[in-house]
């Protein structure tokens, strides 16, 4: 098993940048296939971005393609979210989220284990 536990959330204005970081327990973290998610008031939880065990390979969706960038460091048992160009409709919590069994789980918004979610405020 694992347990995620995500940080970096706040406020930001619109243009801004933050980073978000997903700490997970665990020896095992590099089996496991990694990715973000995040749920805006009164939405659904929706896919934002996805990368593999050996961070070879990456997935994010349409709108935040070319703004966000999705890490791993295995050593450190941690994921990344490097959010740039931000906009108030990437307002949301954000949630980690983990799998053993890769990328269609995790893309799918299936995967097994979650994080407890961070706060991502962006202003106008």
């Known amino acids: 098993q694992v347990q995620l536990v995500e940080s970096g959330g706040g406020l930001v204005q619109a243009g801004g940048s933050l980073r978000l970081s997903c700490a997970a327990s665990?020896?095992?973290?590099?089996?496991?296939?990694m990715g973000w998610f995040r749920q805006a008031p009164g939405q659904e939880r929706e896919f934002v971005a996805y990368i593999s065990w050996s961070g070879d390979s990456t997935v994010y969706a349409d709108s935040v393609k070319g703004r966000f960038t999705i890490s791993r460091d295995n050593a450190k048992n941690t994921v990344y979210l490097q959010m740039n160009s931000l906009k108030p409709e990437d307002t949301a919590v954000y949630y980690c989220?983990?799998?053993?069994?890769?990328?269609?789980?995790?893309?799918?918004?299936?995967?097994?284990?979650w994080g407890q979610g961070t706060q991502v405020t962006v202003s106008s």
């Open positions: 989220a983990a799998d053993r069994n890769g990328r269609s789980r995790v893309v799918g918004g299936t995967p097994g284990y």
């Open positions: 665990g020896r095992t973290f590099n089996s496991y296939a």
